[in-house]
């Protein structure tokens, strides 16, 4: 009956809307795996999964659900795989896919429950698993009363592997059996390339300066982070301050902030490189990860706020100390992981962010020991999607012994 009631809701808008015409679904070739991610978040937690099956010869064929995410995986992979937006979990949709790709196992990113999508792999006998599983603490108490239904969708895979102990106990009390369940920790941890890091002189930055970006900072931070911005640039004089908005459209915002500051600014759109004694307004798109490469220090945005948090594990793979605030639910398990490791802080307004600052600016031995340990705490992370292909085989091989 829910189902019923799902298709019911679901048919005018994939009437409609959908974005995935039959006729690109005719052109699909067969393909040994089908991975499904939503965002571009799914898509690089997947990356390393992915690259680890090319090694090994497999043709994959990935569904995304965001545009963000079909363009990062075009990206990534171009010809490699085989690529397609999600047809809204519309059911004769998933059932053309299936019939026209026979994979021989379907795999999940992070919890992406579309009822058609799994309903019909189990219709069509196929292996599924679920990756990088991960249910946050204020989405638990959302679903919990939803207990039957996300039951029925997760029994549907063969097994779960859980970023974390705490996000194993959470999919255990749906009644999920515990053999299942494999803790393995964040795929992401896989995908952070260690090596790509820029030169302070292709970025217009003083080699000896003390650089400082706060990333994805979100709306209701902004005025805490321009305040510590504010105080930093009248304390520290060799300081350069790079300050990356989560979303764009705040941009004009930020500037108008910083003006009754009495602070000047510049922005990358119109070709400047950071200054000392100016703001630098990244106001682009993907360029994020090479301001943090030149970093001395940074700050993760979506933290001071209740926003859940953003990429901590990025930064910290450069070797520098990673600050950010409270609130932390999206990022709990690789925040707390790095605090533990001693390469990280947390500071919960923008006197803490100052007084911080100021402290690691003071000392380059703590920088670099901090530095160190955030990197450190990273590499020990990863190998995991080798893990998880290399159990994923042992599970098939011991399910063709049972048949």
Not at 173 to 192: A, E, M, Q, R
Not at 200 to 229: C, H, L, M, N, Y
């Amino acid at each position: 009956m829910i189902f019923k009631i799902y298709n019911f809701l679901i048919s005018p808008v994939t009437k409609f809307i959908n974005p995935v015409k039959k006729n690109e679904i005719e052109k699909l070739k067969k393909a040994n795996v089908w991975i499904h991610c939503c965002s571009l978040g799914e898509i690089m937690a997947a990356k390393s999964l992915v690259d680890e099956l090319l090694s090994r010869n497999k043709k994959i064929f990935l569904t995304a659900f965001t545009s963000s995410g079909l363009n990062k995986a075009q990206e990534l992979w171009g010809e490699k795989i085989q690529i397609l937006r999600f047809p809204l979990d519309e059911k004769s949709r998933i059932m053309c896919i299936i019939s026209q790709v026979s994979p021989e196992i379907f795999i999940d990113v992070e919890t992406e429950l579309w009822p058609n999508m799994l309903t019909q792999v189990r219709k069509f006998k196929i292996p599924a698993f679920l990756v990088n599983a991960r249910i946050s603490e204020k989405n638990y108490r959302r679903i919990k009363y939803f207990k039957k239904i996300f039951r029925m969708l997760l029994s549907i895979f063969v097994k779960i592997y859980a970023q974390s102990a705490a996000d194993a106990r959470r999919i255990l009390s749906f009644g999920i059996n515990p053999d299942k369940i494999k803790i393995t920790g964040n795929l992401k941890y896989d995908s952070v390339d260690i090596e790509d890091r820029a030169s302070r002189e292709i970025s217009g930055i003083e080699p000896s300066s003390f650089v400082v970006t706060f990333g994805s900072i979100r709306s209701k931070e902004e005025d805490q982070v321009i305040e510590a911005i504010f105080h930093l640039l009248h304390k520290l004089e060799d300081i350069y301050i790079i300050i990356a908005p989560r979303h764009l459209d705040r941009v004009d915002i930020i500037k108008t902030k910083l003006k009754r500051k009495s602070l000047d600014y510049n922005t990358r759109s119109t070709g400047f490189h950071p200054q000392k004694g100016k703001v630098f307004i990244l106001d682009t798109l993907g360029e994020l990860r090479k301001f943090y490469s030149v970093s001395d220090v940074a700050f993760v945005g979506g933290s001071m706020e209740d926003y859940g948090g953003h990429n901590i594990m990025e930064p910290a793979s450069f070797g520098i100390p990673v600050l950010f605030g409270p609130y932390i639910s999206n990022v709990e398990n690789i925040a707390n992981y790095i605090l533990k490791s001693k390469g990280g802080m947390v500071v919960r307004n923008a006197q803490e962010l100052v007084d911080e600052i100021i402290k690691l600016y003071q000392s380059s031995e703590l920088r670099r020991k901090m530095g160190e340990n955030a990197l450190k705490a990273i590499l020990q992370k990863q190998g995991i999607a080798k893990e998880i292909i290399q159990d994923i085989e042992a599970t098939l091989s011991h399910l063709s012994s049972q048949s």
